[in-house]
């Protein structure tokens, strides 16, 4: 089963320019989380917020999390063409819960 | 004292037979999750062990699979009597008691 809807499904910018990606989910969560993956292998944790927070920042990236409209943001600030990649977001819910995954946004930086 | 280890990385298999796919989670990680991921798409659950509970197999698609996790550690996904649309990147990942997951790098798994 799949919780969370990014979009877009595919952005693609310049090098230095913003990227913001959203996603969306459907039930209570404990937390959500962000995830990158290169060339559809493993995937690698970003930045993690818990349902009582807001707003969180680790270097370039800017998370966001609205609970009364079940949704999230990622913003990578001043993008380099090594951030290339596809994004996920993963959300888990009270109690024993598997991590369930997105459908990603796959973003291109272009030189 | 690596990351999750996924073996074998490339798996091309006959249609009809059996695989099965092993991960190696990181030590001391408590749960551990096996994920499916066609081309170009999300990820699927598939099933979810925690500690000594019962797993979560409330994502396997039918009952050709099935997965094992042995004193609390390895884990084998096993698919049985594979069929093309088996085909795909089979995702392991382990996770210590907070929400981070940690992926092995997949097995990619064609069947022809």
């Known amino acids: 089963s799949q919780q969370g809807e990014e979009d877009p499904q595919a952005l693609s910018i310049q090098e230095g320019e913003n990227a913001t990606m959203n996603c969306s989910y459907k039930?209570?969560?404990?937390?959500l989380q962000w995830y990158r993956q290169n060339s559809g292998r493993g995937l690698v944790h970003l930045i993690l917020?818990?349902?009582?927070?807001r707003e969180k920042h680790s270097g370039r990236l800017r998370v966001t999390l609205d609970t009364s409209k079940k949704s999230s943001s990622l913003l990578i600030t001043a993008s380099r063409a090594a951030d290339t990649a596809s994004y996920f977001c993963a959300t888990d819910e009270e109690g024993n819960t598997p991590l369930v995954f997105g459908k990603g946004t796959r973003l291109s930086v272009i030189a | 004292g690596a990351g999750v280890s996924q073996s074998p990385s490339n798996k091309v298999t006959e249609k009809g037979k059996d695989v099965e796919l092993r991960c190696d989670p990181i030590s001391g990680h408590t749960a551990l999750y096996w994920y499916r991921q066609s081309l170009g798409q999300g990820l699927e659950f598939l099933i979810y062990f925690q500690g000594n509970s019962a797993p979560d197999k409330s994502g396997l698609p039918s009952d050709r699979f099935s997965a094992e996790r042995t004193g609390g550690s390895v884990s084998t996904l096993t698919i049985q009597r594979t069929q093309q649309e088996d085909s795909a990147v089979y995702l392991c990942?382990?996770?210590?008691?907070?929400?981070?997951?940690?992926f092995g790098q997949g097995t990619r798994l064609t069947v022809v």
């Open positions: 917020i818990r349902s009582n927070e």
């Open positions: 039930t209570s969560i404990n937390n």
């Open positions: 990942a382990s996770s210590p008691y907070s929400p981070e997951a940690f």
